[in-house]
């Protein structure tokens, strides 16, 4: 049975004009040019909150106005470094709160692109689709909603991602991840609308390529998130060869990779004439729901999830190996751009 309905397909045909044939991305307050995106992060969260948080009931985390005050003092730090733009691709079963950046965005005037997805099966939300895919094809429910969210809003805010988010567990993309893919993949056909992803440990990415392109994504409309969670450059080329690009995405988080393996690994990326495949970012979350860290820890969430360390830091160690600023302006304006654009890349070159 075909998952998507007529007036669906009406729809998504209206949202492909709006988001690629036309130049523009859909931010939480409303399309914009592509032109106008400037400077933007890939890969930032306002908040998280893991399936199971809000059981977590004597340690819910901060409130609405903590949460308002703190994601905006984010972003005023990340206007004063001239970024005007930034995607927070947390997936639905992630404590997604599109009114948090809606809010935060009408406050500020910075734009956030907000997704649609759902989360690997380790720690995503997924009791439910496993109760749910006792009676029918979760699959083609989780593409239906996929779609809707794409084309209607989500929920009753009216508020649509700009893009799909997928993810994959270490070493292994399971049944329940596998059908996530699929899903995405028909809503990114069905749409016109770009797909991120989330690995670990710099594994899965291929398949990752391998599933969404089957689907009929082309490669091009897929970033593989977190490729700088390996070092080895010819699984980084194997992904630029497939026609994706690499998310860069996790500078400071010292535990999972030393940021100065991450800039050497970048270094030889551009040297081999992929920089205009790359885009880059923190994974920094500035508000956690629930207490998932222990509380004597809070104190240095702030300095570890900081989304202002590529250009305090990673910056000025990307100069000392004589990357240039109009390379670093590559990375931070025109891929972003061109990506959610949908411009062919370019032939690679070195």
């Known amino acids: ?16 004009l709006d988001q690629g044939q036309i130049g523009t991305v859909q931010t939480v307050t409303g399309p914009i040019s592509t032109a106008d995106l400037g ?10 909150g893991y399936a199971g948080f809000e059981a977590h009931s004597s340690r ?12 905006t003092e984010r972003i005023r730090q ?19 709160d599109v009114g948090l950046m809606v809010e935060v965005a009408e406050a500020t005037g910075f734009n956030i692109v907000c997704a649609t997805g759902l989360y690997k099966e380790e720690e995503g939300g997924t009791a439910y689709w496993h109760f749910k895919a006792q009676f029918e094809d979760v699959g083609a429910v989780m593409a239906d909603q996929f779609i809707s969210e794409l084309t209607d809003g989500v929920g009753s805010t009216g508020v649509r991602p700009g893009i799909i988010k997928c993810a994959t567990g270490p070493g292994a993309m399971s049944d329940y991840e596998h ?25 899965m990415g291929d398949l990752q390529q391998e599933v969404l392109t089957a689907g009929g994504v082309s490669a091009n409309r897929v970033i593989i998130g977190h490729s700088c969670g390996s070092t080895d450059t010819d699984y980084h080329m194997g992904l630029v060869a497939g026609g994706s690009y690499l998310g860069f995405d996790r500078f400071g988080l010292s535990a999972l990779m030393p940021d100065v393996d991450r800039v050497t690994s970048l270094v030889r990326l551009l040297e081999l004439g992929a920089g205009d ?64 654009e949908g411009a062919p890349l370019p032939e690679l070159r070195n």
């Not at 400077?39 to 998280?48: A, D, K, N």
């Not at 992803?197 to 710099?202: I, K, L, N, S, Y």
Request: hydrophobic share 40%.
């Open 78 to 96: 990340l206007q004063d470094l001239g970024y005007s733009s930034m995607l927070d691709p947390c997936p639905s079963d992630l404590g997604r």
């Open 179 to 203: 059908k996530v893919f699929e899903a995405a993949a028909l809503a990114a056909v069905a749409t016109g609308v770009p797909i991120t992803t989330h690995t670990d440990r710099g594994t």
């Open 277 to 340: 495949r790359i885009v880059v970012s923190h994974d920094s979350v500035w508000c956690w729901r629930g207490e998932p860290f222990p509380a004597a820890a809070a104190g240095l969430l702030s300095d570890v999830f900081d989304p202002t360390r590529f250009d305090r830091e990673i910056v000025p160690m990307l100069h000392d190996h004589g990357v240039t600023d109009e390379q670093i302006d590559v990375l931070v304006v025109d891929n972003p751009r061109r990506f959610f």
């Open 1 to 16: 049975m075909d998952p998507v309905g007529e007036a669906t397909r009406t729809a998504c045909r209206t949202s492909q």
């Open 60 to 71: 819910p985390g901060p409130d609405r106005a903590e949460m308002v005050a703190m994601c």
């Open 39 to 48: 400077r933007t992060l890939m890969h930032e969260h306002l908040t998280v």
